[in-house]
């Protein structure tokens, strides 16, 4: 019985049909080379749509080499029920066996398909890590960190934590920006110096609310925190933002003499990431 599974075996890939699967693997990797060129054209051309286009890659990718693996083996191939069986069988004792942390990322990324926690261009806090969503694979996503470093995170972090998505497909997202600040500043003129600063931001989205709150906190001593809460205008101009706001506000306590006014010996400017 063994024989002759080896013999049907030599048989199917002889050297035609092992060069006709280079050739249609090769094939699908040009036009997917060439659809994805013609995207990022799109995308440079019509930047107010890039995540629509961007997340529109993925999903053809997996259905073209889909449909590529199924036609290779049903079409090209064509093994007999007793291969197909045998083949079937030594891959899931090799899955059971040795693939378990990777069965476990292949389906947590057929999961995100059908119910995709997020797309690409979302930022996104994901498997301990902050960044943009710049691919998605069936077993693993890529993020690009604020830091301009890319990180591949395994999709089996979706099943164990929880993911917190920033921007959920928009373009903008809200930016929390922390200030603390001496417990006796003149709390109206300084929550309006910070509207005021958020507001003249050109990164700031003004389709959508600003608002400013006050907070008590205690580190070494009792201070104020000044939280800004602004939408950016784009997910990748989030740290440009942050920045921009709070030299706006410093800039305008000096001019108003706030920041000397109490003796403070210095301000302290803590930008968090987007709640």
């Given at each position: 019985m063994q024989e002759d599974v080896i013999v049907e075996l030599v048989e199917l890939f002889s050297i035609s049909r092992l060069l006709q699967v280079a050739l249609v693997v090769f094939i699908a990797w040009l036009l997917l080379r060439i659809l994805h060129a013609g995207l990022q054209q799109l995308i440079k051309r019509f930047p107010r749509y890039r995540l629509q286009m961007g997340q529109v890659y993925p999903v053809i990718r997996i259905f073209m080499w889909f449909l590529v693996i199924a036609y290779i083996i049903f079409g090209l191939i064509k093994p007999p029920q007793t291969i197909v069986f045998a083949v079937l069988g030594s891959l899931g004792l090799a899955i059971g066996l040795a693939a378990q942390g990777g069965v476990r990322n292949l389906l947590a990324g057929v999961m995100m398909i059908f119910n995709p926690p997020f797309r690409v261009g979302d930022m996104?806090?994901?498997?301990?890590?902050?960044?943009?969503?710049?691919?998605?694979?069936?077993?693993?996503?890529?993020?690009?960190?604020?830091?301009?470093?890319?990180?591949?995170?395994?999709?089996s972090a979706?099943?164990?934590?929880?993911?917190?998505?920033?921007?959920?497909?928009?373009?903008?997202?809200?930016?929390?920006?922390?200030?603390?600040?001496?417990?006796?500043?003149?709390?109206?003129?300084?929550?309006?110096?910070?509207?005021?600063?958020?507001?003249?931001?050109?990164?700031t989205y003004l389709k959508k609310p600003v608002s400013v709150i006050m907070e008590s906190r205690y580190d070494f001593g009792f201070l104020l925190r000044l939280v800004i809460k602004v939408y950016v205008v784009d997910v990748r101009l989030e740290r440009r933002l942050?920045?921009?706001?709070?030299?706006?506000?410093?800039?305008?306590?000096?001019?108003?003499?706030?920041?000397g006014a109490h003796g403070d010996t210095a301000e302290h400017a803590l930008i968090d990431e987007p709640a």
């Open positions: 996104v806090h994901f498997g301990g890590h902050y960044g943009e969503v710049i691919r998605l694979d069936l077993s693993v996503t890529w993020l690009r960190t604020l830091d301009d470093n890319v990180i591949m995170v395994p999709n979706v099943l164990e934590n929880a993911v917190a998505n920033a921007n959920s497909g928009e373009l903008s997202e809200m930016v929390v920006i922390n200030i603390d600040l001496p417990r006796t500043i003149p709390i109206q003129e300084v929550r309006s110096l910070a509207m005021e600063a958020a507001v003249a931001s050109p990164y942050s920045s921009d706001v709070t030299e706006r506000f410093i800039e305008a306590l000096h001019e108003q003499g706030i920041s």
